[in-house]
């Protein structure tokens, strides 16, 4: 186990890892959130099963796999809205982090499955919700969004850069 995935599971408290047939590293940060990697369109029932109300996709459509036509029609059947969040990870736009930001602060959307290919960008935009909107130190908020799958440099420092410039 690395020093940060000991640091992350040492400080957060609630995230649960769990196996989700068709679901890359699905972690269960909270009663309402729940962020992963790669999402087979099959699994949105499963996640509809559990409860989610909305389906956040931080993938981009050109992306190998991204499946974000079927993903949204798999989760609008499962009775799941899907919002489309394109996040490019080497050039992250911050119009996707505000968009972000608004969906979250929306408790409509409760409880909330976000994800991504591999659980980064899903990890670097609840960094940047943890820090804005809960008021979370940087440490606690970087250390859970390791657990949850952040492992870029340029996104990580894009969401504290984000927070800097919206405090």
């Known amino acids: 186990m690395t020093a940060a995935a000991v640091l992350a599971l040492s400080t957060v408290a609630f ?24 999402t087979e369109p099959a699994a ?6 559990r409860g989610y109300k909305t389906v956040i996709s931080l993938r981009e459509a050109s992306e190998p796999g991204a499946l974000v036509d079927e ?23 911050d119009a ?6 608004a969906t979250m602060r929306d408790t409509a959307n ?3 499955f976000i994800y991504c290919a591999s659980g980064s960008r899903a990890g670097t935009m ?10 979370w130190p940087e440490d606690k908020a970087t250390a859970e969004a390791v657990m949850i799958g952040m492992s870029s440099p340029t996104l990580k420092q894009f969401a504290l850069d984000y927070v800097a410039r919206h405090k």
Do not use: Y
């Open 15 to 38: 995230a649960q890892k769990e196996t989700i047939e068709g679901i890359r590293n699905f972690t269960k940060v909270d009663a309402t959130v729940a962020c992963a990697g790669s």
């Open 44 to 49: 949105m029932a499963e996640i509809g099963r």
């Open 71 to 93: 993903s949204a029609k798999a989760a609008e059947a499962a009775g799941m809205r899907f919002i489309h969040l394109p996040l490019n990870s080497s050039h992250p736009d």
């Open 96 to 101: 996707v982090a505000d968009r972000f930001l």
């Open 110 to 112: 409760q409880p909330v």
């Open 126 to 135: 609840w960094l940047i919700k943890r820090m804005l909107i809960d008021g």
